[in-house]
């Protein structure tokens, strides 16, 4: 299967603890996405990466939040001092900047890693 | 700021009998806007895409939308609903104010088949 993965699936954590996930997009797209998905609601973006750079940030995401993408491959998103309010499933997606227009572009979304903050 | 509202949060439809999914939106421009269909414990699906190409868009397994500006509607239809199409289902603009594809996603419409 050469689509989006995720890693974990779903992670059990104690509030206060840190928490890192992993994403690995399509090999060759060079733009990567991070969601947040809580019960009930649609995803809500919250960080873009062209290649290793980090563009855009959301203001949902607060400072313990950090999410980098070394080498314009694989990202990781890191959670500190986490709390409840932070159990959701997060998403991760990824795209190709195309021949085409930005129009052209199509998002490819993992299976996501379930959050839950006890 | 765009947006979509999905006007139903559940909508049952018997096996066999045709499945209307409404989407309105709000663009200050012409939006691209999406269908994704979510199942349990799997992630997001792309079902189709307007581009600002033709009107009428069809995508996966047999399901099609059609833009109509002067309603700001994207609704989605399939003729015929099969038990494998329960599922969530997403409308979704895409925000290219920032130079790159932010999704803005619905609050999800959860499809129910029966028999």
């Known amino acids: 299967d050469t689509g989006v993965s995720q890693d974990p699936r779903h992670k059990i954590t104690k509030r206060g603890q840190n928490v890192t996930f992993r994403c690995d997009p399509i090999?060759?797209?060079?733009?990567l996405y991070w969601y947040r998905q809580t019960l009930g609601q649609g995803p809500e973006f919250l960080t873009y990466?062209?290649?290793?750079?980090?563009?855009?940030k959301s203001r949902l995401l607060s400072d313990r939040f950090s999410a980098e993408r070394p080498k314009g491959s694989f990202s990781t998103l890191e959670i500190q001092r986490t709390e409840q309010g932070d159990s959701a499933m997060y998403l991760c997606?990824?795209?190709?900047?195309?021949?085409?227009?930005?129009?052209?572009?199509?998002?490819?979304f993992g299976p996501g890693t379930r959050l839950t903050v006890l | 700021a765009q947006s979509v509202t999905q006007l139903d949060s559940h909508v049952s439809v018997s096996e066999g009998t045709p499945v209307l999914l409404r989407c309105n939106y709000s663009?200050?421009?012409?939006?691209?806007l999406f269908w994704y269909v979510q199942h349990p414990n799997k992630g997001l699906q792309l079902l189709l895409k307007?581009?600002?190409?033709?009107?009428l868009v069809k995508g996966i397994n047999g399901f099609e939308a059609e833009f109509k500006k002067s309603e700001t509607s994207f609704h989605l239809t399939k003729p015929s609903a099969h038990m494998s199409d329960a599922a969530e289902y997403f409308c979704v603009v895409s925000d290219e104010d920032t130079g790159f594809q932010k999704l803005v996603f619905g609050t999800g419409t959860r499809l129910l088949v029966s028999p």
């Open positions: 990466f062209q290649n290793e750079a980090q563009l855009e």
């Open positions: 663009s200050s421009y012409s939006p691209s």
């Open positions: 307007y581009t600002s190409a033709a009107t």
């Open positions: 997606a990824s795209s190709s900047i195309g021949t085409g227009s930005l129009r052209a572009d199509t998002q490819y």
């Open positions: 090999s060759e797209h060079n733009r």
